[in-house]
């Protein structure tokens, strides 16, 4: 396995997929404190900005210890945290990363999810050595759907009460992509 010295930046056509630090701090409580955005994410809507804090410490942990990585979605030339995308639940033993990601509602249907997603899936699968790529989808999240198969992920069936987000048993739809680059 490949380990990753320092973080990687990624970029697309028009983004820039970046470390999230400090400075996103305000961008990222924006998006976590959102009901809109945070509808299907799996929990309930930041109410602090040491939410956010909190949460950019974990990605940077997580990434230290190889169980996961982050982007920060920015748009080229305006230096601002529009989303964030990446892996976790990372097993480097059998190949496989969860792919997540989610974006300020300003930015939805744009295209921006599938060109980020495109380049992530790309490093995966060449960098991590990834042979299966996973994602867990409310069944309600159209546009998650519509994403992920645009992208070439296979739905694979229902997860019923596969979890308990925002204290409610939850469904959840697995996708997922296999290696053939």
Partial sequence: MNVINRFPVLETERLILREIG???NE????????????KY???FPYEEMSQAEQLISNFAKSFEEEKSIRWGIELKGEN???GTCGFHNWNK???RAEIG???HNNHWKKGYVSEAISEVIKYGFHNLELNRIEALVYPDNIASHKSL????????????????????????????????Y
Wanted: hydrophobic share 40%.
């Fill in 41 to 43: 994410y799996g929990m």
């Fill in 101 to 103: 990601y989610e974006l």
């Fill in 149 to 180: 198969e645009k992208l070439g992920f296979d739905k694979e069936g229902l997860l019923k009460e596969y979890c308990i987000f925002r204290n409610i048993k939850q469904d959840l739809i697995m996708y997922s992509l296999i290696n053939d």
């Fill in 80 to 82: 601002i945290l529009i």
């Fill in 93 to 95: 033993k059998h190949q």
């Fill in 22 to 24: 400090s400075n996103d």
């Fill in 27 to 38: 961008a990222l409580f924006d998006i976590f404190s959102s009901e809109t955005i945070m």
